[in-house]
């Protein structure tokens, strides 16, 4: 398609977009009255409407049922979390029964890790992506620590190449050579937070499994944002946050999946609690645990109602919408962002660099060469809300669910006066 960076343009694609009915289902704050351009759906998705009847039925039955609301709400609380598995599974590509909700995302990889970092003294060490989001890299470090390896020994990471912004997957897959049968798990995030770069997931698995290391990935940028396979990529096990493209709201719980062929195995190291165990049984009190025949097992607790009933808030969008249609939207609107971007930079003789390779989701990050701190002061008064990354980075995650392409326009505009007004 050939773009222009006309209002007219951008509202044409607007009149034409199937899914602009969504964006009237978020909330939208407002910066001097106007609702703001939202480009950090990266960060936290906004707040679907739908979100307070979901909590308020909660609210409403803890008022009026207590106790008894585990067996008689609306949604009993019981069995609550069931609800997720299989709008969760279609998102990330999975069985029903591979996936589960259940505390947050580094919790989860940490109890993951449980089951799929078993380091021996040959086999230890981890291959993750150089400068992977900090909490990874301290998860990391620590489980290293905790079975008693040194993690500067133990963890490999992928650097780019000299002068390059992304990784290349031809050199992820070279070092996993190199390390074979020294390798315990590769672990890295299925998009990059800092670049936006989505990783060859099917291939790195792949080539993980050739050398015999399991496979994990933290998807907190990918799950809603990105189209994956999980089980037919054959990953051994995932988490993601639910906050971001997911929209449940800040904090809230994280979905986990665990491979089909781990499940049922009363034999896997894994910590337990009452949550995971037989649900037919539960409630029996009995003293030895037998596991959920699905990912539940790996589940402790029973859920936070209170957060997961966002989650379902949320869900519900996605099984309307479906990633196909999301994605679609996803491409054409993440290029004409790419497009005014570039048309502005030629305009005002700025040097922008997007630094976010082709093999991409929503998300462009920009390197602002020569501007800086104060133009994202600036878009932030205007009610352009993006985000900073040190050392000059802002990213920009043009949400399809409630982005339109006028804010794409309209995002130019604003850039376009803060440079030649500076
Ligand atoms: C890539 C990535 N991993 C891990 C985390 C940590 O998530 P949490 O605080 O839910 O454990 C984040 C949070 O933004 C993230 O972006």
């Not at 998009?191 to 698995?205: K, L, P, R, S």
């Not at 003293?287 to 699905?294: G, K, L, R, S």
């Amino acid at each position: 398609m050939q773009f222009q960076n006309s209002l007219q343009f951008a509202q044409q694609l607007d009149q034409q977009d199937k899914l602009r009915k969504y964006r009237e289902e978020f909330n939208f704050p407002k910066v001097n009255d106007k609702e703001v351009i939202y480009f950090t759906g990266n960060s936290l998705g906004l707040q679907p409407k739908r979100t307070e009847a979901y909590v308020n039925e909660v609210m409403n039955d803890w008022k009026e049922l207590a106790v008894e609301g585990h067996f008689y709400a609306k949604k009993p609380w019981w069995d609550y979390h069931e609800r997720l598995a299989e709008p969760l599974s279609k998102i990330v590509g999975a069985k029903k029964e591979e996936i589960t909700v259940m505390n947050t995302l580094t919790v989860n990889l940490h109890l993951l890790m449980v089951s799929f970092y078993r380091p021996t003294l040959k086999r230890f060490k981890i291959l993750c992506e150089e400068k992977a989001f900090p909490s990874d890299q301290y998860m990391l470090a620590s489980q290293v620590k905790f079975h008693g390896f040194d993690p500067e020994e133990a963890i490999v990471t992928i650097k780019k190449r000299e002068g390059e912004h992304f990784w290349r997957t031809e050199d992820i897959i070279s070092k996993i050579e190199e390390f074979g049968n020294e390798l315990a798990l590769v672990l890295i995030g299925g998009v990059n937070y800092y670049n936006g770069q989505v990783f060859d997931m099917e291939a790195i698995t792949k080539a993980g499994h050739m050398v015999g290391a399991k496979v994990g990935w933290d998807l907190a940028h990918a799950a809603g944002n990105i189209k994956m396979e999980l089980h037919n990529w054959n990953v051994d096990f995932a988490a993601w946050c639910s906050y971001k493209y997911m929209n449940a709201g800040p904090g809230n719980a994280s979905g986990v999946f665990v491979h089909e062929k781990y499940l049922g195995k009363k034999d896997i190291p894994r910590f337990e609690g009452w949550w995971g165990h037989n649900k037919e049984r539960r409630f029996l009190m009995e003293p030895h645990f037998d596991p959920m025949p699905n990912a539940e097992a790996w589940q402790l607790s029973n859920a936070p109602i209170l957060s997961v009933a966002p989650y379902l808030a949320s869900l519900s969008l996605f099984e309307e919408v479906g990633m196909n249609e999301l994605i679609e939207k996803r491409i054409t609107l993440t290029a004409y962002l790419e497009f005014v971007l570039t048309e502005i930079d030629k305009e005002v003789s700025s040097t922008f660099e997007i630094i976010t390779p082709p093999e991409r989701g929503c998300q462009l990050s920009v390197f602002l060469h020569g501007e800086g701190r104060s133009l994202f002061d600036y878009l932030m008064k205007e009610g352009v809300i993006v985000d900073w990354r040190e050392p000059n980075v802002i990213r920009l995650a043009p949400v399809p669910f409630y982005c339109s392409f006028e804010d794409m326009y309209r995002f130019g505009q604003i850039l376009k006066k803060g440079i030649l007004t500076k």
